[in-house]
């Protein structure tokens, strides 16, 4: 490879050998074998470094971050030790409201929802009534990102009730997230950076400015009383760009959030502004796909952008 300064940056969610029904229609799930290999691959054709590197400018030749996101437990059980083992610094950037406890992401609803109810009763659900895939994706890109926070909790009260199940007890029964204690270990005893993720892991677009404030502000300074570290980086839930609303970016900056995360198939060569950073979303790829997908996709994405 040819040596460049230009930042790669991957994004990972959670490892697991066999998706559950929780995770199974999400495609979140990276198996611990395929995570071992990834960390070796980045070991010999990158250089890992951390936030605090990344915002300074201080890169060494083909700098790579990694980023985690989301709340799972097994970054702890899983990840954590692969990292530490490699010596490759990470960022977790996560949510606050779910690692507090009692809170069940929609995201992990809408998976078993289709687990149990199938593609119609889901469809329907969520009001989806002409034919569709039954691709849970769907809902996640057209559907949640026109809810308001009281319509998206709306949302998933409907579900859990057609479930015949309560929030805490399928949190229970999930038993998938990290708690306050097991967030402070990745700090102490693997040496995470942790970053902002919002409260409840929403998307932006359906919010009013004063959801958008306190899902950014409440997630930092939660995160900063659980961690006892200076909240400096966040990341877009879903990490689409229409998400980056003027809003959203002035009330992130505001606060102190220094680095921007979207995903996106784009290098970082070229970005709308010098904190915002794309990401590109790995699961349980091969070592071909490592390659195309982070060196030839970031690519002609880059020339798609450019032709258009
Ligand atoms: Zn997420």
């Not at 919010?207 to 570290?229: N, V």
Request: net charge neutral; proline share 6%; aromatic share 6%.
């Amino acid at each position: 490879m040819l040596s460049s300064l230009v930042v790669t940056c991957v994004s990972y969610h959670h490892f697991e050998q066999t998706p559950s029904p929780y995770t199974r229609h999400l495609g979140v799930s990276t198996s611990p074998a395929a995570f071992a290999r990834h960390l070796a691959y980045f070991k010999r054709h990158y250089s890992p470094i951390s936030l605090d590197q990344l915002i300074a400018g201080d890169l060494p030749p083909n700098p790579l971050l990694l980023t985690i996101d989301d709340a799972y437990r097994s970054v702890l059980d899983i990840a954590a030790p692969l990292l530490s083992e490699h010596r490759i610094p990470a960022l977790l950037t996560t949510n606050p409201g779910v690692i507090a406890g009692g809170f069940a992401p929609i995201d992990n609803v809408l998976s078993l929802a289709m687990e149990e109810l199938g593609a119609t009763g889901l469809g329907l659900a969520v009001g989806l009534t002409e034919p569709w895939s039954g691709s849970i994706r769907r809902v996640v890109r057209e559907i949640l990102p026109t809810l308001d926070l009281c319509r998206r909790a709306g949302l998933k009260e409907r579900l859990l009730r057609l479930l015949g199940v309560e929030e805490s007890h399928l949190v229970e029964r999930m038993d998938l997230f990290l708690n306050p204690d097991q967030l402070a270990r990745l700090v102490t005893e693997h040496g995470f950076t942790v970053g902002n993720h919002t409260v409840s892991h929403t998307t932006f677009r359906g919010l009013p400015r004063s959801q958008a404030q306190s899902e950014i502000l409440g997630g930092k300074r939660q995160l900063e009383q659980m961690t006892g570290q200076n909240i400096r980086s966040f990341s877009f839930p879903y990490g689409n760009r229409l998400d980056a609303t003027p809003d959203a970016l002035e009330i992130l900056r505001a606060s102190g959030h220094e680095a921007i995360f979207l995903v996106q198939r784009r290098t970082n060569a070229v970005r709308p502004s010098p904190d915002i950073w794309y990401r590109q979303s790995m699961a349980d790829d091969t070592e071909l796909q490592l390659d195309m997908k982070l060196t030839w996709y970031p690519r002609m994405g880059e020339l798609k952008a450019a032709l258009n």
